[in-house]
Protein backbone atom coordinates (compact mmCIF):
# COMPACT_ATOMS: atom_id res chain seq x y z
CA UNK A 1 0.00 0.00 0.00
CA UNK A 2 1.46 3.43 -0.55
CA UNK A 3 1.73 5.80 2.41
CA UNK A 4 -0.27 9.32 2.22
CA UNK A 5 1.74 12.33 1.96
CA UNK A 6 -0.26 15.70 2.79
CA UNK A 7 -0.25 18.26 0.14
CA UNK A 8 0.29 21.10 2.31
CA UNK A 9 3.90 22.43 2.62
CA UNK A 10 4.01 22.74 6.08
CA UNK A 11 2.60 19.24 7.31
CA UNK A 12 4.79 17.44 4.23
CA UNK A 13 8.28 18.92 5.56
CA UNK A 14 6.89 17.72 8.86
CA UNK A 15 6.47 14.41 7.69
CA UNK A 16 10.06 14.13 6.24
CA UNK A 17 11.67 15.89 9.03
CA UNK A 18 10.49 14.14 11.77
CA UNK A 19 12.48 11.04 10.18
CA UNK A 20 15.12 13.49 10.66
CA UNK A 21 14.05 14.70 14.01
CA UNK A 22 13.70 11.38 14.88
CA UNK A 23 17.55 10.21 14.23
CA UNK A 24 18.67 13.52 15.73
CA UNK A 25 20.00 14.67 12.57
CA UNK A 26 21.07 18.83 12.63
CA UNK A 27 20.97 20.68 9.03
CA UNK A 28 22.60 23.64 8.61
CA UNK A 29 20.23 26.47 8.28
CA UNK A 30 18.59 27.10 5.07
CA UNK A 31 18.19 23.67 4.26
CA UNK A 32 15.94 20.81 4.84
CA UNK A 33 15.34 16.93 3.44
CA UNK A 34 13.91 16.75 0.62
CA UNK A 35 10.34 16.55 0.62
CA UNK A 36 9.53 15.26 -2.66
CA UNK A 37 12.33 12.51 -2.93
CA UNK A 38 10.96 9.60 -4.09
CA UNK A 39 13.97 6.76 -4.63
CA UNK A 40 17.43 6.27 -3.67
CA UNK A 41 19.41 6.10 -0.34
CA UNK A 42 17.69 8.42 2.46
CA UNK A 43 18.77 9.36 5.69
CA UNK A 44 19.60 6.45 8.12
CA UNK A 45 21.99 5.44 10.33
CA UNK A 46 24.18 4.37 7.58
CA UNK A 47 23.68 7.30 4.72
CA UNK A 48 22.28 11.12 3.90
CA UNK A 49 19.34 11.53 1.90
CA UNK A 50 19.28 14.56 -0.57
CA UNK A 51 18.51 18.17 0.90
CA UNK A 52 16.52 21.07 -0.82
CA UNK A 53 17.79 24.68 -0.32
CA UNK A 54 15.09 27.60 -0.65
CA UNK A 55 16.01 28.85 -4.14
CA UNK A 56 15.23 25.94 -5.78
CA UNK A 57 18.20 23.36 -5.92
CA UNK A 58 18.72 19.92 -4.61
CA UNK A 59 21.83 18.90 -3.04
CA UNK A 60 22.94 15.24 -3.05
CA UNK A 61 25.27 13.47 -0.94
CA UNK A 62 28.65 11.63 -2.67
CA UNK A 63 27.82 8.95 -0.66
CA UNK A 64 30.04 5.87 -1.32
CA UNK A 65 33.48 7.44 -1.76
CA UNK A 66 33.69 5.57 -5.69
CA UNK A 67 29.93 6.45 -6.50
CA UNK A 68 30.32 9.80 -5.27
CA UNK A 69 33.75 10.83 -7.29
CA UNK A 70 31.97 9.09 -10.05
CA UNK A 71 29.38 11.49 -10.28
CA UNK A 72 31.32 14.96 -9.28
CA UNK A 73 33.01 13.79 -12.17
CA UNK A 74 30.17 13.11 -14.49
CA UNK A 75 28.82 16.52 -13.85
CA UNK A 76 32.15 18.17 -14.10
CA UNK A 77 33.16 16.78 -17.32
CA UNK A 78 29.73 17.84 -18.69
CA UNK A 79 30.26 21.71 -17.39
CA UNK A 80 33.76 22.18 -19.45
CA UNK A 81 31.94 20.06 -22.78
CA UNK A 82 32.83 23.01 -24.74
CA UNK A 83 36.38 22.30 -24.29
CA UNK A 84 36.28 18.14 -24.50
CA UNK A 85 37.36 16.62 -27.65
CA UNK A 86 33.50 14.68 -27.27
CA UNK A 87 31.94 18.21 -27.27
CA UNK A 88 29.36 17.57 -30.13
CA UNK A 89 27.90 14.60 -27.61
CA UNK A 90 28.32 16.20 -24.22
CA UNK A 91 26.63 19.52 -25.20
CA UNK A 92 23.31 17.96 -25.97
CA UNK A 93 23.57 15.65 -23.26
CA UNK A 94 23.49 18.56 -20.66
CA UNK A 95 19.89 19.35 -21.38
CA UNK A 96 18.99 15.62 -20.76
CA UNK A 97 20.05 16.25 -17.06
CA UNK A 98 19.32 18.48 -14.44
CA UNK A 99 21.43 21.83 -14.45
CA UNK A 100 24.52 21.50 -12.06
CA UNK A 101 25.88 24.28 -10.18
CA UNK A 102 28.78 23.36 -8.16
CA UNK A 103 30.07 20.82 -5.39
CA UNK A 104 29.23 22.19 -2.07
CA UNK A 105 30.41 21.02 1.66
CA UNK A 106 27.79 21.10 4.31
CA UNK A 107 27.86 20.26 7.46
CA UNK A 108 25.93 17.47 9.14
CA UNK A 109 25.65 16.55 12.03
CA UNK A 110 28.82 18.64 13.08
CA UNK A 111 30.58 16.63 10.30
CA UNK A 112 31.82 18.08 6.85
CA UNK A 113 29.95 16.02 3.78
CA UNK A 114 30.51 16.99 -0.09
CA UNK A 115 26.65 17.69 -2.03
CA UNK A 116 26.61 18.18 -5.62
CA UNK A 117 24.19 21.33 -5.69
CA UNK A 118 22.23 20.96 -8.59
CA UNK A 119 18.14 21.97 -10.21
CA UNK A 120 15.47 20.50 -8.88
CA UNK A 121 13.53 19.64 -11.20
CA UNK A 122 10.16 19.51 -9.10
CA UNK A 123 10.39 23.32 -8.57
CA UNK A 124 7.53 25.61 -8.51
CA UNK A 125 5.06 22.60 -9.28
CA UNK A 126 2.64 22.87 -6.80
CA UNK A 127 1.55 19.09 -7.07
CA UNK A 128 4.69 17.53 -8.64
CA UNK A 129 3.73 13.92 -9.64
CA UNK A 130 7.81 12.17 -9.69
CA UNK A 131 8.81 8.41 -10.99
CA UNK A 132 12.31 7.60 -10.85
CA UNK A 133 12.93 4.51 -13.54
CA UNK A 134 15.83 2.73 -13.34
CA UNK A 135 17.38 1.89 -16.79
CA UNK A 136 18.88 -1.58 -18.14
CA UNK A 137 18.42 -5.27 -17.44
CA UNK A 138 22.25 -4.70 -16.39
CA UNK A 139 22.43 -2.51 -13.16
CA UNK A 140 25.61 -3.73 -11.67
CA UNK A 141 28.87 -1.58 -12.88
CA UNK A 142 32.02 -3.48 -14.56
CA UNK A 143 33.69 -2.48 -10.51
CA UNK A 144 31.19 -4.44 -8.99
CA UNK A 145 31.83 -7.91 -7.12
CA UNK A 146 30.55 -11.15 -7.62
CA UNK A 147 28.33 -10.59 -3.98
CA UNK A 148 26.77 -7.41 -5.64
CA UNK A 149 26.06 -9.07 -9.13
CA UNK A 150 23.82 -11.74 -7.56
CA UNK A 151 21.93 -8.91 -5.44
CA UNK A 152 21.55 -6.65 -8.33
CA UNK A 153 20.40 -10.01 -10.62
CA UNK A 154 17.72 -11.18 -8.19
CA UNK A 155 16.08 -7.40 -7.66
CA UNK A 156 12.68 -6.35 -10.11
CA UNK A 157 13.56 -9.92 -11.22
CA UNK A 158 9.68 -10.46 -13.48
CA UNK A 159 10.38 -6.75 -14.69
CA UNK A 160 13.88 -5.54 -14.85
CA UNK A 161 15.44 -8.87 -17.05
CA UNK A 162 11.99 -8.43 -19.08
CA UNK A 163 11.84 -4.79 -19.93
CA UNK A 164 15.68 -3.36 -18.65
CA UNK A 165 13.24 -0.80 -16.10
CA UNK A 166 12.04 -1.15 -12.81
CA UNK A 167 10.74 1.48 -10.54
CA UNK A 168 12.49 2.73 -7.51
CA UNK A 169 9.64 4.41 -6.23
CA UNK A 170 7.09 7.52 -7.11
CA UNK A 171 3.97 9.87 -5.84
CA UNK A 172 1.55 10.78 -7.66
CA UNK A 173 -1.39 13.31 -6.75
CA UNK A 174 -4.98 12.04 -8.45
CA UNK A 175 -8.42 13.65 -8.69
CA UNK A 176 -9.44 11.04 -5.86
CA UNK A 177 -7.60 12.82 -2.87
CA UNK A 178 -5.58 15.62 -2.13
CA UNK A 179 -2.87 14.24 -0.83
CA UNK A 180 0.03 12.37 -2.27
CA UNK A 181 -0.04 8.68 -2.81
CA UNK A 182 4.19 7.52 -2.22
CA UNK A 183 4.97 4.20 -3.60
CA UNK A 184 8.01 2.71 -2.20
CA UNK A 185 10.85 0.49 -4.07
CA UNK A 186 8.93 -2.88 -2.58
CA UNK A 187 5.90 -2.11 -4.83
CA UNK A 188 8.18 -1.80 -7.61
CA UNK A 189 10.07 -5.05 -6.44
CA UNK A 190 6.86 -7.05 -7.21
CA UNK A 191 5.85 -5.71 -10.60
CA UNK A 192 5.91 -7.89 -13.61
CA UNK A 193 5.50 -6.23 -16.97
CA UNK A 194 1.79 -5.81 -17.04
CA UNK A 195 1.83 -4.05 -13.53
CA UNK A 196 5.08 -1.81 -15.11
CA UNK A 197 1.91 -0.91 -17.87
CA UNK A 198 -0.38 -0.34 -15.02
CA UNK A 199 1.65 1.71 -12.70
CA UNK A 200 2.60 4.10 -15.43
CA UNK A 201 -0.88 4.08 -16.24
CA UNK A 202 -2.09 5.15 -12.61
CA UNK A 203 0.91 7.52 -12.60
CA UNK A 204 -0.18 9.36 -15.65
CA UNK A 205 -3.48 9.27 -13.98
CA UNK A 206 -5.49 7.34 -16.95
CA UNK A 207 -9.18 7.45 -16.45
CA UNK A 208 -10.72 4.28 -17.55
CA UNK A 209 -8.03 3.64 -19.57
CA UNK A 210 -7.58 6.78 -21.50
CA UNK A 211 -4.88 9.15 -20.82
CA UNK A 212 -4.51 12.91 -20.86
CA UNK A 213 -2.57 12.55 -24.66
CA UNK A 214 -0.59 15.97 -24.40
CA UNK A 215 1.05 14.85 -21.09
CA UNK A 216 1.37 11.46 -22.47
CA UNK A 217 2.82 13.30 -26.00
CA UNK A 218 5.46 15.65 -24.22
CA UNK A 219 6.73 12.90 -22.18
CA UNK A 220 7.43 10.90 -25.46
CA UNK A 221 8.92 13.85 -27.24
CA UNK A 222 11.69 14.08 -24.75
CA UNK A 223 11.78 10.57 -24.42
CA UNK A 224 12.43 9.91 -28.23
CA UNK A 225 15.34 13.18 -28.00
CA UNK A 226 17.06 11.00 -25.19
CA UNK A 227 17.09 8.16 -27.48
CA UNK A 228 18.30 9.54 -30.52
CA UNK A 229 21.20 11.24 -28.29
CA UNK A 230 22.12 6.80 -27.00
CA UNK A 231 21.51 6.03 -31.05
CA UNK A 232 24.79 8.03 -31.89
CA UNK A 233 26.75 8.33 -28.15
CA UNK A 234 29.54 6.07 -28.00
CA UNK A 235 31.20 7.61 -24.64
CA UNK A 236 29.42 6.50 -21.82
CA UNK A 237 27.67 3.00 -20.34
CA UNK A 238 24.88 4.39 -17.75
CA UNK A 239 24.45 1.69 -15.50
CA UNK A 240 21.81 1.57 -12.71
CA UNK A 241 21.09 5.26 -13.56
CA UNK A 242 17.17 6.75 -13.91
CA UNK A 243 15.08 8.67 -15.78
CA UNK A 244 13.26 11.22 -13.48
CA UNK A 245 9.79 11.63 -14.91
CA UNK A 246 8.12 14.70 -13.44
CA UNK A 247 4.41 16.53 -13.84
CA UNK A 248 2.22 19.22 -12.42
CA UNK A 249 -1.01 17.44 -11.27
CA UNK A 250 -1.99 21.05 -10.22
CA UNK A 251 -1.56 22.01 -13.44
CA UNK A 252 -3.30 19.42 -15.86
CA UNK A 253 -5.99 19.62 -13.54
CA UNK A 254 -6.46 23.09 -14.28
CA UNK A 255 -5.74 22.39 -17.61
CA UNK A 256 -8.74 20.47 -18.21
CA UNK A 257 -11.15 22.24 -16.23
CA UNK A 258 -10.41 25.14 -18.71
CA UNK A 259 -11.03 22.56 -21.83
CA UNK A 260 -13.86 20.87 -20.25
CA UNK A 261 -16.45 21.98 -22.25
CA UNK A 262 -14.59 21.90 -25.65
CA UNK A 263 -12.65 18.84 -25.61
CA UNK A 264 -14.49 15.98 -24.04
CA UNK A 265 -13.38 16.30 -20.50
CA UNK A 266 -9.27 17.31 -22.25
CA UNK A 267 -8.62 13.80 -23.01
CA UNK A 268 -8.46 13.78 -26.79
CA UNK A 269 -7.35 11.58 -29.37
CA UNK A 270 -4.28 12.30 -32.14
CA UNK A 271 -3.80 10.74 -35.47
CA UNK A 272 -2.80 7.03 -34.94
CA UNK A 273 0.33 6.16 -34.90
CA UNK A 274 1.14 2.14 -35.77
CA UNK A 275 3.01 -0.06 -33.87
CA UNK A 276 3.98 -3.32 -35.32
CA UNK A 277 5.95 -6.12 -34.75
CA UNK A 278 7.09 -4.45 -31.19
CA UNK A 279 9.08 -1.67 -33.02
CA UNK A 280 8.69 1.83 -31.82
CA UNK A 281 6.50 4.08 -33.81
CA UNK A 282 8.29 7.80 -33.21
CA UNK A 283 4.72 9.70 -33.48
CA UNK A 284 5.24 12.45 -36.39
CA UNK A 285 5.60 14.87 -33.64
CA UNK A 286 5.00 17.64 -36.05
CA UNK A 287 1.58 16.32 -36.85
CA UNK A 288 -0.03 17.25 -33.42
CA UNK A 289 0.47 20.71 -32.88
CA UNK A 290 -2.30 20.99 -31.02
CA UNK A 291 -0.25 18.84 -28.02
CA UNK A 292 2.58 21.75 -28.57
CA UNK A 293 1.35 23.90 -26.08
CA UNK A 294 2.14 25.70 -22.93
CA UNK A 295 2.66 22.12 -21.52
CA UNK A 296 5.86 21.96 -21.97
CA UNK A 297 6.85 23.85 -18.56
CA UNK A 298 5.07 21.11 -16.09
CA UNK A 299 6.21 17.95 -17.76
CA UNK A 300 10.21 16.97 -17.48
CA UNK A 301 12.00 14.38 -18.21
CA UNK A 302 15.56 14.01 -17.25
CA UNK A 303 18.47 11.28 -16.92
CA UNK A 304 19.55 11.22 -12.99
CA UNK A 305 22.07 9.28 -10.97
CA UNK A 306 25.47 9.09 -12.42
CA UNK A 307 27.18 7.41 -9.60
CA UNK A 308 27.65 3.98 -11.66
CA UNK A 309 28.67 5.88 -14.83
CA UNK A 310 31.91 4.36 -16.85
CA UNK A 311 33.65 5.21 -20.17
CA UNK A 312 32.32 2.56 -23.02
CA UNK A 313 35.13 0.04 -23.34
CA UNK A 314 35.09 0.23 -27.13
CA UNK A 315 33.49 2.63 -28.41
CA UNK A 316 30.01 1.04 -28.67
CA UNK A 317 26.66 1.99 -28.03
CA UNK A 318 25.35 1.36 -24.31
CA UNK A 319 22.77 -1.13 -25.29
CA UNK A 320 22.09 -1.81 -22.21
CA UNK A 321 20.19 1.21 -21.67
CA UNK A 322 18.83 1.48 -25.11
CA UNK A 323 17.02 -1.75 -24.74
CA UNK A 324 15.30 -0.39 -21.73
CA UNK A 325 15.11 3.17 -23.14
CA UNK A 326 12.86 1.17 -26.66
CA UNK A 327 10.38 -0.63 -24.16
CA UNK A 328 9.80 2.40 -21.89
CA UNK A 329 8.70 4.70 -25.07
CA UNK A 330 6.82 1.77 -26.48
CA UNK A 331 4.69 1.55 -22.85
CA UNK A 332 4.01 5.24 -24.04
CA UNK A 333 2.92 5.05 -27.47
CA UNK A 334 0.71 1.95 -26.11
CA UNK A 335 -1.30 4.80 -24.22
CA UNK A 336 -1.16 6.78 -27.13
CA UNK A 337 -2.99 4.27 -29.10
CA UNK A 338 -5.42 4.08 -26.51
N1 LIG B 1 17.66 17.10 -9.66
C1 LIG B 1 16.65 16.54 -8.99
N2 LIG B 1 15.48 17.19 -8.87
C2 LIG B 1 14.45 16.63 -8.19
N3 LIG B 1 14.52 15.46 -7.56
C3 LIG B 1 15.67 14.77 -7.63
C4 LIG B 1 16.78 15.26 -8.34
N4 LIG B 1 17.79 14.35 -8.23
C5 LIG B 1 17.31 13.34 -7.48
N5 LIG B 1 16.03 13.58 -7.10
C6 LIG B 1 15.19 12.75 -6.22
O1 LIG B 1 16.02 11.95 -5.43
C7 LIG B 1 15.80 10.55 -5.73
C8 LIG B 1 17.10 9.80 -5.66
O2 LIG B 1 18.04 10.33 -6.56
P1 LIG B 1 19.29 9.48 -7.03
O3 LIG B 1 18.83 8.31 -7.79
O4 LIG B 1 20.21 10.42 -7.73
O5 LIG B 1 19.88 9.02 -5.61
P2 LIG B 1 20.76 7.76 -5.18
O6 LIG B 1 20.81 7.75 -3.72
O7 LIG B 1 22.04 7.81 -5.95
O8 LIG B 1 19.92 6.53 -5.71
P3 LIG B 1 20.35 4.96 -5.67
O9 LIG B 1 20.02 4.45 -4.33
O10 LIG B 1 19.49 4.35 -6.76
O11 LIG B 1 21.81 4.88 -6.00
C9 LIG B 1 15.09 10.54 -7.06
O12 LIG B 1 14.26 9.43 -7.19
C10 LIG B 1 14.27 11.83 -7.00
O13 LIG B 1 13.10 11.67 -6.25
O1 LIG C 1 23.57 -0.53 -0.21
P1 LIG C 1 24.34 0.10 -1.33
O2 LIG C 1 25.65 -0.49 -1.59
O3 LIG C 1 24.36 1.58 -1.24
O4 LIG C 1 23.53 -0.29 -2.64
C1 LIG C 1 22.18 0.17 -2.85
C2 LIG C 1 21.24 -1.00 -2.64
O5 LIG C 1 21.28 -1.45 -1.31
C3 LIG C 1 19.82 -0.61 -3.01
O6 LIG C 1 19.09 -1.80 -3.03
P2 LIG C 1 17.79 -2.16 -2.19
O7 LIG C 1 17.80 -1.33 -0.96
O8 LIG C 1 16.65 -1.85 -3.08
O9 LIG C 1 17.87 -3.60 -1.99
C4 LIG C 1 19.75 -0.01 -4.42
O10 LIG C 1 18.44 0.47 -4.59
P3 LIG C 1 17.45 0.05 -5.77
O11 LIG C 1 16.31 -0.63 -5.15
O12 LIG C 1 17.04 1.36 -6.35
O13 LIG C 1 18.15 -0.82 -6.76
C5 LIG C 1 20.70 1.14 -4.60
O14 LIG C 1 20.66 1.59 -5.92
C6 LIG C 1 22.13 0.69 -4.28
O15 LIG C 1 22.98 1.80 -4.38
P4 LIG C 1 24.06 1.88 -5.52
O16 LIG C 1 23.29 2.03 -6.80
O17 LIG C 1 24.83 3.10 -5.21
O18 LIG C 1 24.88 0.63 -5.52
Redesign the pocket.
Known amino acids: MPSLYSTKMSSKLTNVLSVVEQLEIQLPAGFAA ?1 E ?6 TFDAA ?1 L ?2 LQDNNGC ?1 L ?1 PL ?1 KPE ?1 GER ?1 LNFYENLQLAEKSEDSNLLLPLRSFV ?1 KYYKMVKLFVNNRQHTFLK ?6 GMRKPC ?1 M ?1 I ?1 VGKRTWDPMASEQKRRVEEQKYLRCKQVLGLCV ?2 FQVYTYAVSKALRYSKEYGKNLDVDGFRKTIALFLNAQNGEVFKPLVFEILKQLYSIRDWFKVQTIYNFY ?1 S ?1 L ?1 I ?1 YDFDYMEKHLKQNETHTNNGISQIPNGNIQNNHSTHFNLEKCPEYSTSIVKWVKV ?1 M ?2 F ?2 VFPTENQSLDTNYIFGLENLIMVFEELMER
Open positions: MTQVAGHSGLVKGCEPMEDLTNIDKPGASLVKIDAH
